[in-house]
C-alpha cells in the first residue's frame, strides 16, 4: 500500500529513521510531546533496545504514557525511559552509543504553548546527542518557528549545523518551498 502523506514532516523523519534503528538499538527522543515519536522509536527498537524520552511538561511524560497504553505497551515493564527533564541534560542519563535522535522543535500544541524548545538549550543537546551517535547513525530535527523567538531558535541551529565538519556528517536540509506561514524545516544528520 502507498504510504500517504509521506511528505508531511513527521512521515517524512520516521520514513527515514526506519532504515536506521536496528532492532535492538538505543535511540533518543528529545522531545516527547506527545509520545508519538516515542512510540514510534519503541516499534523499531522492540524489546530488546532502549528508548531514551526527554520532555519538561508533565503532560507531556502522561500523554505519551497514555499513547502506549492505547498501543497495549506498557511501558514499566519495558526499556522504555521518560525523562521530566530538559534534552540539554541528555549527558547525564545516556551513557552509551545510540543508533538514532529525533527532535521536534516548537511547543507542545495541546499544551502550555509558552514552554518551547530555546536556542541554548537545543544546541547543547544537539551536540551532546551528536557525541552520543555512532558511525552511520541519524539524527533529526524537525523546526517549528512560528512561535516567538522561534526564528532566532530556528537561525542558530542553521549556522550551527551547516558548520559541522562535512568528513564527520552529513547534513541535510528538507524545506516546503510552496506554503506560507513558517512550513517547518526538516534538517537529518547522519554520522559518517
Ligand atoms: C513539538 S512538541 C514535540 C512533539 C512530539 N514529538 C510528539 O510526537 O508529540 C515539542 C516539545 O518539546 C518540549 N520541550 C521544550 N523544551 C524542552 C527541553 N529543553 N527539553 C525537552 N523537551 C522540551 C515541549 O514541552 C514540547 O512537548
Known sequence: MRNQGILKAT???QELLKNKIPTGGTVIDGTMGNGNDTLFLYKQVGDSG????????????ENTRRIFRENNVFIDNKPIQLILDGHENIGNYVKEAIDGAMFNLGYLPSGDKNIVTRPETTLQAIKSTLELLKKGGMMSLVLYYGHPGGIEEKNSILDYVG??????????ECSYINHENNPPIILLIEKK
Open 50 to 61: 532502549k528508548v531514551y524520552a526527554f520532555d519538561l511538561q508533565v503532560m507531556a511524560l
Open 11 to 13: 512521515n517524512f523523519v
Open 163 to 172: 558548520q559541522l565538519e562535512s568528513k564527520k556528517y552529513l547534513v541535510m
